[in-house]
């Protein structure tokens, strides 16, 4: 494991700190504003405007009169595609400075944040934009005397609260389908990553799309993003983060105004790797399955079950991918993991390594922190595990995989669904009817097979179990942007 700590890249002076509501970049009405950290240091990048109740309140105004009363749920589809284009277009010609900022905000890689995070948004808002001319009704085959018909129509004002492990990622795979639907929305991202958001909220504006149709207000979740699951004038709340905070979500929703709720939560997702598998092949795809973002991705292979014949060969290579690792800056091209996003994550994911430590698993390699300053975390991979330790079992959110040996499919696929969380899943083999049978049988909302974390803006992706409902990206997840009325006549 090395550490590397110099980068040539400049990060771009910060331009936009304000909230942006109904258009325009404002402060919060309380005028507090909060500290946005780098995690490579610890050290305060900007203060960024701190909204609170009364600020959501502001932007769930904007967004209601723009949904009852301006152009964007009343413009052709081929319209608001049209600016959605223009949007993607902006978001490419602004890559580097946009990947900056997620960067230097999240710890994460500024050269794939370059290559993936922030070309992934235009690609989402233009498969959305492609999609927003063709949300088709049905004719009714009804019984005799009556002729009907259903109309898909925006489901209103949406609340989308985001976490910050991908913070492009997540505001553009709930506002490009919203958006295409015809919806106006208020976006509460994560407090660790205000930054591209606000950036975004700008191109938007830039694109043509009206005021008031996409709303940002920065605060904390026990504030702002409460406001949004209890307000009465928003008619959806879509959220992506941890379960706890899923679940208060509901509550809040159904004690107000019963909005519906999508829910993207945790996951501690199984990857089998079977005695057939091509060794270096299946070693590359455990290990960017698990560290890929440092391990703070939702989906990441944090349990990974090796049938015995190939167990120790590959237990071998995963130690050499750790050590090979280089831990450092995250604009750094050398560089494969950066800091963890925050201190408060970094310090949950060493008390993680500890408890796994007590509970009598091994730690094969990693386990401790890097550098001085900031949040940085050797990949650490542990065994002798099972599916009763905590660190088998919770979400750890962070560079820590479990290591686990199986006998046989039935023996493994059982291993494989004993948790609450069921998000995502990966097979490793030739055979087909070995793939073809574990993937039935996983209860998880993605298996992948021979591949781990490939998205893509066609393919849904969501949780079975505590790992929530509804589905982002694809067709489907504009399906959750949309109401189905019913329009019967005699004839
Ligand atoms: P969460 O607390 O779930 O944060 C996600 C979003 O929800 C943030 O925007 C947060 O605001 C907001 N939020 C917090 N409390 C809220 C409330 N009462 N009502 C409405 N919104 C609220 O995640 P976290 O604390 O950042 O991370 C904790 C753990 O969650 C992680 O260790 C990880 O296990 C899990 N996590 C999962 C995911 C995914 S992709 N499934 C993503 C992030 C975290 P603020 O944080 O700005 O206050």
Redesign the pocket.
């Known amino acids: 494991m090395g550490s590397h700590c110099e980068s040539s890249v400049k990060i771009p002076p910060i331009k936009f700190t304000k909230l942006f509501i109904n258009g325009n970049f404002v402060d919060s009405i309380s005028g507090k504003t909060f500290d946005t950290i780098d995690p490579r240091t610890g050290e305060v990048i900007t203060k960024v405007s701190l909204g609170d109740r009364e600020d959501v309140d502001l932007a769930v105004k904007a967004a209601r009169h723009a949904f009852d009363y301006g152009p964007w749920p009343r413009m052709s589809g081929s319209e608001r595609g049209r600016m959605m284009m223009k949007f993607a277009d902006l978001i490419e010609e602004n890559v580097e400075e946009i990947a900056a900022l997620d960067a230097v905000n999240g710890g994460k890689l500024f050269t794939l944040c370059k290559a993936i995070d922030i070309p992934v948004a235009a690609r989402t808002l233009r498969y959305y934009a492609g999609a927003a001319d063709k949300i088709h009704g049905t004719v009714l085959k009804m019984s005799k005397g009556l002729q009907g018909y259903t109309l898909r129509e925006p489901i209103g004002v949406v609340g989308s609260?985001?976490?910050?492990?991908?913070p492009t990622t997540?505001f553009f795979m709930k506002a490009a389908p919203a958006l295409a639907a015809g919806c106006t929305l208020v976006v509460?991202?994560?407090?660790?990553t205000p930054l591209s958001a606000l950036y975004y909220a700008n191109l938007a504006k830039l694109a043509g799309i009206p005021d008031g149709v996409l709303n940002v207000v920065n605060?904390?979740?026990?504030t702002?993003?409460?406001a949004?699951?209890a307000h009465m004038d928003i008619d959806k709340v879509t959220?992506?983060?941890?379960t706890?905070?899923?679940r208060?979500?509901m509550a809040?929703a159904a004690a107000s105004n019963l909005k519906p709720v999508s829910l993207?939560?945790?996951?501690k997702s199984p990857l089998l790797i079977f005695d057939d598998a091509d060794i270096d092949q299946a070693a590359d795809i455990a290990f960017r399955g698990m560290f890929y973002n440092k391990g703070?991705?939702?989906v990441a292979s944090s349990r990974v079950y090796v049938q015995e014949g190939i167990y120790e060969k590959l237990v071998k290579k995963l130690i050499e991918k750790a050590k090979a690792t280089v831990v450092g800056d995250p604009f750094d091209p050398q560089v494969n993991q950066g800091p963890q996003t925050d201190k408060?994550?970094f310090e949950?994911i060493l008390s993680y390594i500890e408890h796994g430590k007590r509970e009598g698993a091994t730690l094969l390699t990693g386990g401790k922190h890097v550098g001085q300053k900031g949040y940085y975390i050797e990949p650490t991979i542990f065994t002798d595990v099972n599916e009763d330790m905590i660190i088998t079992k919770e979400?750890?959110?962070g560079p820590v995989m479990s290591l686990m040996k199986f006998k046989t499919m039935e023996e493994a696929i059982k291993r494989a669904n004993n948790t609450t969380y069921g998000?995502a899943s990966g097979i490793i083999t030739k055979n087909l009817n070995v793939a073809n049978t574990v993937s039935r049988s996983i209860r998880a909302g993605v298996v992948w097979i021979n591949c781990y974390t490939a998205f893509d803006a066609d393919c849904p992706y969501g949780g079975y179990k505590m790992s929530g409902y509804g589905r982002d990206f694809g067709l489907e997840a504009l399906n959750q942007y949309l109401q189905i009325k019913s329009v019967v006549t005699p004839i």
């Not at 609260?161 to 991908?166: C, K, T």
């Not at 509460?188 to 660790?192: I, L, N, S, V, Y």
């Not at 959220?239 to 941890?242: A, H, V």
């Open positions: 609260i985001i976490p910050w492990n991908f997540m509460k991202p994560a407090e660790q605060g904390s979740g026990e702002a993003g409460a949004i699951s959220f992506t983060g941890s706890e905070v899923g208060k979500i809040a993207e939560l945790g996951g703070e991705i939702c408060k994550q949950k979400e750890i959110f998000l």
